[in-house]
């Protein structure tokens, strides 16, 4: 059992972070993303699984992160009296390799708390896909099959995804111009 501990830890150190980074964007909120990943990894630990027979090892985790996930939300659905998954507050800030000035720094760090509110106010449905497609990087291809759903639906379903993500990042620019102009 130690051998294998020890073996797991070091197979699942190197896709940590971007085990996170998935869950935090397909939840929005930080302790929900790690209940999700030590949930996820708890029970493939309990299972014994061998990792390393995987080639490609980092979508096996992501898929089944995924996986986890739906099955979370849908156990909380079938569970009334659970809180939602929302949280305004919640974002995820990524700061690149060299600091940048204080005053580029609140910028971003302003952007990516507008964009993150605007992600939360999305239906699950479409907060799922437009992570997965546009910040995961996923074809719409790979998500008909996925997510068994017919092209031409993933297409408009992102299309107004998109669009309520430009109205809502948008409404702070409108309104400053309708008081001020």
């Known amino acids: 059992m ?3 501990k020890i073996h797991f830890e070091k197979l699942i150190r190197p896709y940590l972070d971007m ?4 869950a935090f964007r397909l939840t929005g909120n930080p302790d929900d993303a790690e209940d999700l990943v030590q949930d996820y990894l708890f029970s493939l630990y309990r299972k014994e699984i061998a990792l390393s027979e995987y080639e490609d090892l980092a979508s096996w985790l992501l898929r ?5 996930f739906i099955d979370s939300v849908r156990k909380q659905q079938r569970t009334p009296d659970h809180p939602g998954l929302e949280n305004d507050d919640a974002y995820l800030m990524q700061l690149p390799e060299s600091a940048p000035g204080p ?3 609140t910028l971003a760090q302003a952007s990516l708390k507008q964009i993150q509110s605007a992600l939360d106010k999305l239906s699950l449905e ?6 997965l497609h546009d910040v995961e990087g996923f074809t719409l291809a790979e998500l008909e099959e996925k997510l068994d ?4 639906t993933l297409k408009s379903r992102l299309h107004r995804a998109r669009q309520e993500i430009r109205k809502k990042i948008m409404q702070p620019f409108h ?3 309708r008081v001020t102009g």
């Open 126 to 131: 479409q907060r799922m896909l437009v992570v």
């Open 149 to 152: 759903t017919p092209l031409g």
């Open 175 to 177: 309104h400053h111009q």
């Open 19 to 22: 085990l996170y980074r998935r």
């Open 2 to 4: 130690q051998k294998y």
């Open 103 to 105: 005053l580029e720094y």
């Open 64 to 68: 089944g992160l995924y996986n986890r």
